[in-house]
């Protein structure tokens, strides 16, 4: 009786800190920056527009089936996709960044999971696809139709829409076809952790679109999906919106997300 009481303690203190960050977050919102000026809205991939665990483990499932229990390959999926982050890279390594993770990551997972897969084998050349056919969060390709419907006084499209994502063009690129494939719809730019060879929050993803389409910061409106990806966007100094799908704690005290959201479509 009284581990269950314990227990029920812990949940409720759980659920007060939730809620005061997600008032926290809202409240600092309330003074979001006028979006007037935004001449770009750009997007996370893997965590704003997709919903990447969810399909690495439905992708996985298909790659690997028969091979292993089913149980079994949704926590290898599950172990790789949380292995996810900037990998340690000697300087002198011209591979892409994002490419190096995924098959460092991937290998280390294989392991750790007594999954017998080799490079040697096509089976884990098509592993390192499920990364390229990710399924988005409900409505998201209706919410890019209509951004791109938006028009100005003179009849032109309001807004560039773009990627801005870690990850390399290729796996970005395949990503986003399902996206023209639904909707008839195609961003103008996609840009990559590839050529400023880092991941976010590294301020130097953030800067490539300015230095690319030479706008000022409040001209520039980036979705992210992980909170990390929220407080390095706005702390770059970028208006910030923050599709909050994964229901993540926020917790960082110098910047807040000017637009917090728990759906794209909101």
């Known amino acids: 009786m009284i581990k269950v009481y314990i227990v029920y303690v ?67 999926a599950v172990k790789w996709v949380n292995s996810y982050r900037q990998p340690k890279m000697d300087p002198n390594n011209q591979t892409p960044i994002f490419k190096y993770m995924l098959e460092e990551t991937l290998n280390k997972t294989l392991v750790a999971s007594h999954f017998d897969i080799k490079p040697t084998n096509d089976l884990y050349w098509q592993l390192l696809k499920c990364w390229n056919t990710l399924e988005p969060w409900k409505n998201t390709g209706n919410v890019l139709a209509k951004l791109r419907e938006a028009k100005d006084i003179n009849g032109n499209p309001r807004f560039k829409l773009a990627v801005l994502s870690n990850g390399d063009y290729e796996t970005l690129f395949f990503d986003s076809l399902i996206f023209q494939k639904e909707n008839n719809f195609v961003f103008d730019y996609i840009f990559t952790s590839t050529n400023v060879k880092v991941f976010k929050p590294n301020p130097a993803i953030y800067k490539q679109v300015m230095d690319t389409l030479h706008l000022e910061k409040n001209e520039i409106f980036h979705i992210a999906g992980a909170p990390g990806d929220a407080h390095g966007s706005k702390k770059f100094g970028y208006i910030t919106g923050w599709n909050n799908e994964l229901k993540n704690q926020y917790n960082y005290d110098d910047v807040y997300p000017d637009y917090p959201m728990n759906h794209l479509e909101e």
């Open 10 to 76: 812990i949940l409720s203190v759980c659920l007060i800190f939730s809620v005061i960050n997600a008032e926290k977050v809202n409240e600092k919102a309330a003074t979001a920056p006028t979006l007037e000026f935004v001449k770009i809205i750009t997007f996370d991939m893997f965590a704003a527009l997709m919903q990447l665990q969810k399909s690495v483990i439905a992708n996985a499932q298909k790659t690997l089936d028969g091979l292993y229990s089913p149980s079994d390959i949704e926590k290898f």
